[in-house]
């Protein structure tokens, strides 16, 4: 009998063969688990149409963003459109980072199910991630972006040539958020550290378990290594520089290529203009001082890793159970005899600060906010990755992942209740916004003189003295970026852009040029601050609208 091909089979045959023969159990409840648990957790943010400051000017934007670099970006937030749909770009970033969960998997080689589940909780639940749903209008683009990161790494330990699709992989994530580069270099150590640990001569690929006999469906790339012994591993690991080399040429090649066809120069916002002399123009001992000092100071008191006891714990015990597999796996198969296992760890050890914060080395001077701090989930789902790999039933590795199963769970409850306090907040802002513009516009249309199309000259500060702070959320959301603070309105075009979108009146607001010449003028400073009564006036035909502190 002939055996049937794929090409005959009907669509549901095909994927029923698919599910049987090609994905793992460990994908499906990773994929499952991390959308799950992303849609329970922002579920706030996807039902409503909360606009944070940036998002008022891009209800709908072409993302053409190729003066900041990302060139693909365009073409990733393509299948969402371009118009500003939150339901429908959350629900697309979540499945995008759902199938990052599932690579993540496999790439980690995790097999217990309890941290396949806690290891998606924990990438869809980190703070980052609701701060990129801050920016709803980009979300969808830039969790493929992080997708791409994490298949960067995956194809090139899976096959022996992967480094080149890797490569590709991650030009297009950098040509998407560059945000996401850290990303892949820390999975880059993790899978060298996992390369350095396999057994000289025996594969550790990614059918393989620890303690168990299954059945052998090692990839090619780690059974060429184990083959090679010391210099096989070491040849490999040479993979993951060639994927980052041919990744970062390539997006900044296509870069240059864009930018002549288009005419553009990259735009000096967050120092992107000098991405290619890097800290080359700074002193070098001082950016690398000052990435170290920013990675303790971010993880130990930027108040997002860890907030509370309960939270502070749970990062203790989640090391103590990684420190504690790690030096029972040491002492039962003879590792510390292995130098290249060794030199990887001190070096890994030594050189995770400069991973982590590589981009203050690219960019020495960039606002470096939570949405570009994502890869500190890595280190807490690398602690859940190591632990839930399949190592037997010793009783030590039982303890041990019964204390990161309870540690990794307060985190991701921990992080969950920190997002929908900061989701709370950002519905709190836009309401105090709603109403301070439609008084604002109340009082602009019965200002004698006034007439539709008048030009309007003014700023964005919403005063603090007639409008004092109302945020009670800073004890949790200091740090995250979007999500914090009392008002959408930092610039004129914020007024502009609230109004016309929430409010249905277009109002001509002049560009901030417009206030050059008035700003420090006494006659500008003897005004109120709205809404005092002298807070709006017309001069030489154009209305001045002071809404911020200035004073003598």
């Not at 860890?306 to 030096?327: E, K, Y």
């Not at 990755?385 to 990794?408: H, N, P, Q, S, T």
């Not at 700003?519 to 017309?538: C, L, Q, T, V, W």
Request: one cysteine or more; glycine letters at 8%.
């Amino acid at each position: 009998m002939d055996t049937e091909t794929e090409e005959d089979m009907a669509p549901e045959e095909l994927f029923g063969k698919w599910n049987r023969d090609i994905i793992k159990k460990e994908w499906k409840i990773a994929f499952f688990s991390a959308f799950l648990i992303g849609m329970m957790i922002h579920m706030p943010v996807l039902l409503s149409d909360i606009p944070n400051h940036d998002g008022l000017d891009s209800m709908y934007f072409d993302q053409n963003m190729i003066t900041s670099g990302r060139w693909f970006l365009m073409a990733a937030c393509g299948f969402s459109s371009f118009y500003t749909i939150p339901w429908l770009i959350g629900v697309l970033g979540l499945l995008f980072l759902s199938l990052a969960a599932a690579a993540l998997t496999e790439l980690l080689e995790i097999r217990r199910t309890w941290a396949v589940v806690l290891t998606g909780g924990l990438l869809v639940s980190f703070p980052a991630l609701a701060s990129t749903f801050a920016y709803v209008f980009t979300m969808d683009g830039y969790m493929l972006a992080l997708l791409l990161a994490v298949l960067a790494v995956l194809f090139t330990k899976k096959y022996p040539k992967g480094f080149l699709p890797g490569g590709i992989c991650l030009a297009f994530s950098m040509g998407t958020y560059q945000a996401y580069l850290p990303f892949a270099m820390i999975l880059s150590v993790y899978a060298l550290l996992m390369l350095a640990a396999s057994p000289e001569g025996a594969s550790t690929g990614s059918g393989q378990r620890e303690g168990g006999s299954v059945k052998n469906t090692h990839s090619s790339l780690t059974a060429c290594a184990a083959g090679g012994g010391m210099f096989g591993k070491l040849k490999k690991s040479l993979h993951y520089l060639y994927m980052g080399v041919i990744g970062v040429a390539l997006y900044y090649g296509i870069l240059q290529v864009l930018l002549k066809i288009q005419g553009k120069e990259l735009a000096s916002y967050q120092g992107i203009n000098d991405m290619a002399s890097g800290a080359a123009g700074s002193d070098l001992f001082s950016v690398i001082k000052g990435m170290y000092y920013d990675f303790f100071a971010f993880s130990l008191k930027g108040n997002i890793v860890f907030q509370d006891m309960f939270s502070a714990v749970a990062c203790v015990v989640l090391l103590l159970a990684a420190l504690g597999t790690g030096f029972y796996c040491m002492g039962s198969r003879k590792r510390w005899k292995n130098p290249f296992f060794f030199a990887i760890i001190i070096l890994a050890v030594a050189f995770f600060p400069m991973l982590t914060n590589v981009i203050l080395l690219i960019s020495p001077h960039v606002n470096y906010h939570l949405l570009m701090r994502y890869q500190w989930v890595l280190f807490l789902i690398g602690m859940v990755a190591f632990v839930g790999r399949d190592r037997g039933k010793a009783k030590v590795i039982m303890w041990a992942e019964w204390a990161a199963l309870a540690a990794a769970f307060v985190l991701v409850f921990h992080y969950a209740v920190v997002d929908n306090i900061a989701y709370s907040n950002l519905q709190k802002r836009y309401e105090k916004t709603y109403a301070y513009c439609i008084r604002l516009l109340d009082r602009i249309e019965q200002t004698e003189g006034y007439y539709p199309g008048i030009p309007i000259a003014m700023i964005g500060w919403v005063s603090d003295v007639q409008y004092p702070d109302t945020d009670i959320s800073l004890k949790v959301t200091s740090n995250m970026i979007g999500l914090n603070g009392d008002s959408l309105l930092y610039t004129g075009d914020n007024y502009r852009e609230f109004i016309r979108h929430y409010l249905g009146a277009s109002l001509n607001i002049q560009p901030a040029e417009a206030m050059a010449e008035v700003y420090y003028s006494e006659e500008y400073k003897a005004m109120d601050s709205f809404p005092g009564e002298n807070s709006i006036r017309i001069i030489d035909g154009v209305m001045y609208i002071k809404t911020e502190n200035l004073s003598q």
